[in-house]
């Protein structure tokens, strides 16, 4: 019998379930997901499906790009103090991607620097000649973190589908993020087939966060349609810009009734304050962390970013003044 797994063709001299298959390659199911001839094979079916010749199979994992986890319980906070997304209520308020580390151990180590709870995680292919390699979830546990897995990559609404059906079907994952990028350049967002994958998405039941531009229309069009959180960029993904428009920014958060969450060009963490203060409700990022020559302080330093700009904001900015204004009066000077 010859199947083809992730485009190789694999002979077996028997048939064989997919159990076994997995076995053969050596994975573990509750690890992994598997698509058969496009179609994702449920994991109570692994012991009974006996695979065919000819078939067509995926088998994909987590890895660094982010069941329900179980999120924190706050008390004794005033509602301006929980970050509340999809019913779920969170302390932290700084969300941060697992891509571009040299290792998973200071990958980890930048995570628990920056206290967040929430991070994003990519579904790719697993390896079929290194099946020892180390995986994410050794790292990263699911049980403390809550994974939200993205698209990242995708430049169509079919891949972008069949990329969060598979995660799902990993680790029962249904708070997602959702990107379909225009070109490999800029890395845009493409925002027409973002909105129709959206309505798609929330008919199957996700909870899906959406990267997507600036433009205070398309923020409200989405909301419309159900997002649960819009993720307006900053900057070009990996840029390190900072924020390049935020007039946009202030006016796509006045707009919303969902939180408003900065995406994409975070560069230090002045670039995190100045997002809070604008009053978004966090800020997710991954290069500016991972690429820093000290990721683990970077990540501390952003923790304390995000709390300082979110103070701010909540404490109220003192008006811009065309002159000066003395802090001390003048009367009574000797």
Known sequence: MKITINGQETS??????????????????GRVAVERNLEIVPKSQYDT?????????????????????????ISDTTPDEDFVVAGRRFKSRLITGTGKY???????????ASECEIITVAVRRVNLTQTDEPLLMDYLDP??????????????ADDALRTLRLAREIGGWDLV????????????????????TLKVLIKEGFDVMVYCSDDPNFCKALEEE????IMPLAAPIGSGLGILNPVNLRI?????????????????????????????DAVIMNTAIAEAQDPVRMANAMKHAVLAGRDA?????????????????LAGLI
Not at 51 to 66: A, S, T
Not at 102 to 112: C, D, R
Not at 143 to 156: L, S, V
Not at 226 to 229: D, H, W
Request: hydrophobic share 35%.
């Open 177 to 196: 993020k959702l990107e379909i990028l225009g070109d490999p350049k800029t890395l845009y967002p493409r925002m027409p087939e973002t909105l129709e």
């Open 49 to 73: 499906l006996n695979l065919c010749d000819g078939d067509k199979l995926e088998v994909v994992r987590i890895i660094g790009g982010g069941d329900h986890t179980e999120t924190s319980t």
């Open 12 to 29: 077996f001299e028997t048939s064989l379930n997919v159990t076994e298959m997995l076995d053969h390659i050596g994975y573990q199911a």
């Open 143 to 156: 049980n403390k973190y809550t994974f939200m897995p993205n698209t990242a990559g995708c430049f169509t």
């Open 226 to 229: 159900g997002a649960c959180a």
């Open 252 to 280: 796509i958060k006045e707009n919303a009734n969902v939180p408003v969450i900065v995406d994409a060009g975070i560069g230090t963490a002045s670039d995190a304050a100045q997002a809070m203060e604008l009053g978004c």
């Open 313 to 329: 904001y909540l404490a109220g900015r003192m008006p811009k003044k065309k002159y000066a204004d003395p802090s001390s009066p």
């Open 102 to 112: 040299e290792t998973y151990k200071l990958n980890a180590e930048a995570v628990e």
